[in-house]
Structure formats: structure tokens, C-alpha cells
């Protein structure tokens, strides 16, 4: 449908100025500034010197100074066997969405376990993570050392973040392609964080499809990862494309995706310690990172409500129109029949399927 893939090129000309890069800002913009140039227009940036001046710049870094700190706090750790929490995996046969197995322990024993993970026998890669306001709950002793919200974001928005989450990994953790409700500034401490972006226009290059939901659980006696489906059964849409397919999976991989593939390729960023991304609401994000000196990435992110405004409602409605790919049927919707679901779910956006041909 050619129409659909004129939209992709149209907004990388005309709001994203057709360059690959994401804009870099030396300071932080000022309220107007913000909302202007970058929320108003969905547009992506990245500041190098934002102006934070953060003793968590230096504390964090140091493993003994967050030991000690949180020597008596209680954070939540999401397990699993390869780095890859919230992402499509192969269940006997079949392909499901998998959660991590998440748990709660002393923050000394998790910070323990992300290092662990390095080690070269090691079967489990630990995320310190969660992402429902856990800074200032678990971590709520850190409070001091961090802004509690981004001024010019806050003025700008009109409101407060809804949530403050907090993020400790290595570089076996990473993020799948997904997107959210929320205008997100995301302030990298310690080493770095790579992000792919696509805008939300690109929708249908991220073959969502709708995926029986399951959850790895972990048993410490055997050491071993299973995958449990979720009974009853639930679905949930999630984007089918992993951006970064192993050689041996490449070609199979670009055969069920070619939209995505051999599209415009997604804004590639990396933010450094110090720097803050604003990535706008809605944008399909894919996050990767690399450790600091001590094996660690640090990051903290502020996430404001979004306005469900007129741009939801047309995204909606781009989301709901079924795109027929100019390269035929892939391999993904062969393999899934014609409705592109896994399983026998409904496809996102059914009731409003609108056929075109190129
Ligand atoms: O840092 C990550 O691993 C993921 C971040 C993310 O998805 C988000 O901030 O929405």
C-alpha cells in the first residue's frame, strides 16, 4: 500500500528532518522551547549537558555506596535465561510472549546476581528493574541524591511524572521493540544506553501480532529456566521484530519482516552518562547497553502522562488499517494464517480493517 509507505518518508522529511541522527541539544531547552520544537511535534532529542548536578553521578557508580545504602531495602529483580524479558520466544513449537520470573530480595544479594550474570557458566541474567514507580518506592532512600522530577519537563507538561523508575543492568540485558503511553526523559548515570527509535507512524513495520502470554519461572534447586503459559489464556499485542537477528537467523528473519527490514532504518542513538533522551509518547523503542568500568548501567527515567489528543486518535486509526505488504505475504502471516495472529486472538484493530492495493 503505497500510501502508507509515503507517510513513513513524509515524516521523516517534514518533522524529523530526514536525518538519521537524533538531534543533539548542548543545554536544556527552556518550558516553551520543549514544547514547541519537540513534544508538539513528537520529535525525539538528546541533551549532552542537561545541568543535573546530581551527587548520584559520583555515589552511584561505586557498588559499596549503593550496598550501603540500600543495605536494608527490598528491590525487585526480573530473571531470565538470556537477557530478554517481555520478548517473543519459541514454547514447544509455538511462539508466546514472556515475562521475566521477578522477585523480590535484599538489593545486596540482586546487585550480586547482575554481576553474577557475567560470569561465563552463568544460566541467568538478572535486570534490576521495575517499571511501576519503583524509584521512589524501593528505592525511595536514593531519593535525595536525584532530581525528583525534570523541571522544564514538568512546567511544560503541566503535571508531575507519574512515575520515577530506576534501572541496573549489564550489556546482556535488553529491552524489546515496544512502545508507551508516555512522554518519557530518560537520564543515563552510569555507562550507556543504545536505543533504536522508530516513529509511530512506522507502525506497521513492527508486525504486532497478538501473543499468548507466559512467564518464565526459575527454580533455584535445579538452576533452570521453565516457560509457563498464562491459564486462562491471554493474549497480548506485542511487535514481532527482534532488530538484531543472530547470522544463523538473518535470512529467515528478514524474510518474515521485509517491511521492517528493508523500510527506512529506525533513528539508532546512544546516551551517555550525564545525558538525557527525551523519547516522546508512543515512539517504538528497542534498548540496549554498555556497562561503566564496575559492569554496571545505571539510569534513571521520568515518565508524564501523555495527552490522549487528536495524534492518538490518528494513530489509532493507522494502527487499526491492515497494511498489505508490497513484498506478498511473509513468512510470519504464511505461518500464522491470514490474520497475522499466532494464535486464534484477534488481531489488533479487526473490527476496522480497511484493504487497499498499491
Ligand atoms: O532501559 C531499558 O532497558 C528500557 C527502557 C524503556 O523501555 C522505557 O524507558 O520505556
Known amino acids: ?124 541474567v538478572a535486570y534490576l528493574q521495575q517499571q511501576n514507580d519503583c524509584f521512589r518506592s524501593e528505592y525511595s532512600v536514593l531519593g535525595s541524591e536525584c532530581d525528583e522530577h525534570i523541571p522544564w519537563a514538568t512546567e511544560a507538561l503541566g503535571c508531575y511524572p507519574e512515575a520515577v523508575n530506576l534501572w541496573i543492568g549489564n550489556h546482556l540485558s535488553e529491552t524489546s521493540f515496544h512502545k508507551d503511553h508516555y512522554e518519557n526523559l530518560y537520564v543515563v548515570v552510569s555507562g550507556k544506553k543504545h536505543f533504536l527509535l522508530l516513529p509511530p507512524t512506522d507502525v506497521h513495520r513492527m508486525y504486532i501480532r497478538q501473543y499468548p502470554a507466559a512467564n518464565y519461572s526459575y527454580s533455584q534447586d535445579v538452576g533452570e529456566f521453565t516457560v509457563e503459559l498464562e491459564r486462562p489464556i491471554r493474549f497480548v499485542p506485542w511487535c514481532s521484530v527482534n532488530p538484531y537477528p543472530s547470522p544463523e537467523t538473518r535470512e529467515s528473519e528478514m524474510a518474515k519482516f521485509p517491511s521492517f527490514f528493508d523500510g527506512p532504518k529506525p533513528f539508532e542513538c546512544t546516551v551517555n552518562a550525564g545525558e538525557i533522551l527525551y523519547l516522546p509518547s508512543m515512539w517504538f523503542h528497542h534498548v540496549r547497553q554498555s556497562p561503566d568500568d564496575n559492569g554496571f548501567t545505571i539510569a534513571v527515567n521520568y515518565w508524564y502522562d501523555m495527552q490522549f489528543d487528536i495524534k492518538y486518535a490518528y494513530f489509532n486509526f493507522l494502527q487499526s488499517i491492515h497494511y498489505k505488504s508490497p513484498h506478498g505475504p511473509t513468512l510470519l502471516e504464511i505461518e500464522c494464517g491470514d490474520s497475522g495472529s499466532v494464535a486464534s486472538a484477534p488481531n489488533e484493530g479487526e473490527a476496522d480493517k480497511v484493504t487497499e492495493d498499491e
Open 1 to 124: 500500500m503505497k500510501e502508507v509507505k509515503k507517510l513513513w518518508e513524509e515524516v521523516r522529511e517534514l518533522s524529523l528532518g530526514n536525518n538519521s541522527e537524533v538531534e543533539r541539544l548542548n543545554s536544556a531547552p527552556t518550558p516553551l522551547q520543549f514544547l514547541r520544537d519537540h513534544v508538539s511535534q513528537n520529535k525525539p532529542f538528546i541533551i549532552k549537558k542537561p545541568n543535573l548536578h546530581w551527587p548520584a553521578f559520583s555515589l552511584w557508580p561505586q557498588p559499596s555506596y549503593l550496598s550501603n545504602k540500600l543495605s536494608s531495602s527490598l528491590v525487585s529483580v526480573h530473571l531470565t535465561p538470556n537477557g530478554r524479558a517481555d520478548s517473543i520466544v519459541n514454547h514447544l513449537g509455538s511462539l508466546c510472549f514472556a515475562s521475566a520470573h521477578v522477585e523480590r530480595m535484599p538489593f545486596d544479594e540482586a546487585i550480586k546476581l547482575v554481576s553474577n550474570s557475567n560470569l561465563q557458566d552463568s544460566k541467568l
